[in-house]
């Protein structure tokens, strides 16, 4: 043992060189460690699942790219040849016509304005140019929908025993702003044959060519979606105001309403925004359906030149209409906008046989840039 300990004692102790030691620790080699692969883009089935609102189920699938059957490209091919330069001609001569009786009806005409938040119309024009503009921008519209394909729509009344559907606005007391739910551009087309009402709008689309005065002529309310600034609450006392004149006098231009925000593919009713509820005002539920067997009318995953083109190749559209009773809120719905509101989106999804669904339109940008970086995955 004695032995043991001497040995031990007797070996030299080893001390690090202090030259040896590496000055710059953040450079010393290290193991290299292999990158994080990113998570991997969801399915087309998780995605629909997920959206399903915003779906489509058509024979041109997901975004319209989906593969053809030789047949439909067949049909596509011909119609593209054909049916599409057509009606390209002829719609563009029904706007062209229209933007016309605009310009003369409003020559030496001063347009309504509001200074706060920039707002310009010819809405509340009287007389002979009131009327003209009206029933030639009814006509027009119908012939436009005659072009793109709706040759015949069926129209109902829900609720009302041998109620013509055009005598519903002559109620005791007229409801000022009609409500719809929101599947495809030929929804503002129908509007505009049946009732001729005021949208809101975007303000980029007062700037159009053509497009530019006859929305100034409908009265448009234009709102700039994604602006944050104190003019939003210009808007919407402009929306407000719109709508308790309508309701109170005839003949003021009626306000109409998409309160979801956004389209859908037809099938879905989004959550209702509240602000055509605020006016305590009765509304009017209109439920559009678009009936198809080979392309979708509705434009909600689908890119609007594409759909566009699709629309006018397709041979005949189809488009069903049903208008529900004057819906007149009580003094708890009008004490609570949110509550009114939910409660007419729960009456149109009953009789439209609607599913209820809680995503908006936050979730269909999520949804479209999902379905961009897997078609950009596919691509590369």
């Not at 559907?165 to 409801?175: A, K, T, V, Y």
């Amino acid at each position: 043992m004695a032995s043991e300990l001497q040995d031990l004692s007797s070996k030299p102790q080893s001390h690090p060189d202090p030259h040896d030691q590496d000055d710059h620790p953040l450079l010393s080699p290290t193991t290299p460690t292999t990158p994080t692969p990113p998570p991997p883009l969801p399915t087309i089935e998780e995605l629909e699942k997920k959206y399903a609102a915003y779906v489509r189920h058509d024979v041109y699938g997901t975004m319209g790219c989906g593969e053809l059957p030789w047949t439909e490209k067949l049909l596509l091919g011909f119609a593209v040849v054909t049916l599409l330069p057509l009606r390209v001609v002829l719609a563009t001569t029904v706007v062209v016509l229209y933007y016309l009786i605009c310009r003369v009806c409003t020559l030496f005409v001063v347009p309504n304005r509001e200074e706060e938040d920039g707002q310009e119309d010819y809405a509340h024009l009287g007389g002979w140019r009131r009327s003209v503009l009206y029933w030639s921008g009814r006509v027009l519209s119908r012939v436009m929908l005659f072009v793109f394909g709706f040759y015949w729509i069926q129209e109902s009344c829900r609720g009302l025993d041998q109620v013509d559907c055009n005598e519903q606005s002559e109620e005791l007391e007229r409801p000022g702003v009609l409500v719809s739910n929101h599947v495809s551009h030929m929804d503002i087309l129908y509007h505009m044959s049946s009732s001729f009402p005021s949208f809101v709008a975007k303000r980029s689309v007062g700037k159009l060519p053509l497009v530019g005065l006859i929305s100034k002529c409908l009265g448009c309310v234009y709102v700039q979606r994604e602006s944050k600034s104190s003019s939003t609450k210009g808007v919407s006392a402009v929306v407000n105001e719109r709508i308790q004149e309508a309701h109170k006098d005839k003949s003021a231009p009626m306000m109409m309403l998409f309160p979801e925000g956004t389209t859908t593919n037809g099938d879905y009713i989004l959550p209702f925004k509240t602000g055509a509820f605020l006016a305590k005002a009765p509304v009017l539920p209109v439920i559009l359906k678009y009936p198809y067997e080979r392309f979708s009318p509705a434009w909600e995953s689908i890119s609007g030149a594409r759909h566009v083109i699709l629309l006018l190749c397709q041979f005949v559209n189809y488009m069903t209409v049903t208008r529900l009773p004057v819906y007149y809120p009580s003094q708890e719905e009008k004490d609570n906008p949110k509550l009114y509101a939910e409660n007419v989106r729960r009456l149109m999804a009953r009789e439209g046989k609607l599913i209820i669904t809680d995503i908006g339109l936050a979730e269909k940008r999520v949804y479209h840039a999902a379905l961009n970086g897997r078609l950009r995955q596919k691509e590369d």
